[in-house]
């Protein structure tokens, strides 16, 4: 069993909807909790980086780290056909941003 | 400003010979990484350079892989006597320290032939 799930999709959404996206993860010690974005052929792209449990908000992003059940989540308002990329969970332990465990990503699409 | 920079983007090579990827970090960042991208495993992590302490090599396949970080900036990532299963997309990236997010370049695409 890997360290960190991530539902690989696809999941196809209509322009304007909100996505849900979400990682599990079974290493008690990870403190620090990450979501990148990483289009077609280039590098991941940070979204979100949040410091243990609680939600984070930004612009149409928002994260959410629930500690005890070892759930994060990352939630897209309004999306839009831009949005459409693989979105990857990234998570490390207490020493900081130290060796990054990832998801296996979650492709994307929005359609117009 | 300039992000993480890789080079060269894209690399065709015969198995067994030996290939040097070069990563320049954000300047300042005193932390650097190189992770492997590949369709069956994801992005796994290499190693982990900070400042002028000894790097965690913890994640290298093989003895094979072996990378250097010079002056505290440029970084090579070098494999030797190349495999097949060593294709996948080579990424590096830096942060400010290690508490830091990791910010990464757009990698080097590896293929042995």
């Known amino acids: 069993q890997k360290e960190v799930e991530q539902d690989p999709g696809p999941l196809s959404v209509p322009e304007g909807a909100i996505v849900s996206l979400n990682c599990t993860y079974s290493n008690s010690a990870f403190q620090y909790f990450m979501w990148y974005r990483q289009y077609s052929r280039k590098g991941p792209e940070l979204l979100m980086y949040t410091y243990s449990s609680g939600n984070k908000e930004d612009g149409r992003f928002t994260a959410q780290v629930d500690k005890s059940s070892k759930y994060i989540s990352l939630f897209i308002r309004d999306s839009q056909p831009s949005d459409s990329a693989t979105y990857l969970c990234?998570?490390?332990?207490?020493?900081?941003?130290?060796?990054?465990?990832f998801g296996t990503g979650t492709q994307l699409k929005v359609e117009l | 400003g300039a992000g993480v920079s890789q080079s060269p983007s894209n690399k065709v090579t015969e198995k067994g010979k030996d290939v040097e990827l070069r990563c320049d970090p954000i300047?300042?960042?005193?932390?650097l990484y190189w992770y492997r991208q590949s369709l069956g495993q994801g992005l796994e992590f290499l190693i982990y350079?900070?400042?002028?302490?000894?790097?965690?090599k913890s994640g290298l396949p093989s003895d094979r892989f072996s990378a250097e970080r010079t002056g505290g900036s440029v970084s090579t990532l070098t494999i030797q006597r190349t495999q097949q299963e060593d294709s996948a997309v080579y990424l590096c990236?830096?942060?400010?320290?290690?508490?830091?997010?990791?910010?990464f370049g757009d990698g080097t695409r590896l293929s042995i032939l």
């Open positions: 990234a998570m490390s332990g207490a020493g900081g941003g130290n060796k990054l465990t």
């Open positions: 300047s300042g960042h005193t932390a």
């Open positions: 990236a830096s942060s400010l320290d290690r508490y830091q997010p990791q910010h």
């Open positions: 350079f900070q400042g002028n302490s000894a790097p965690d």
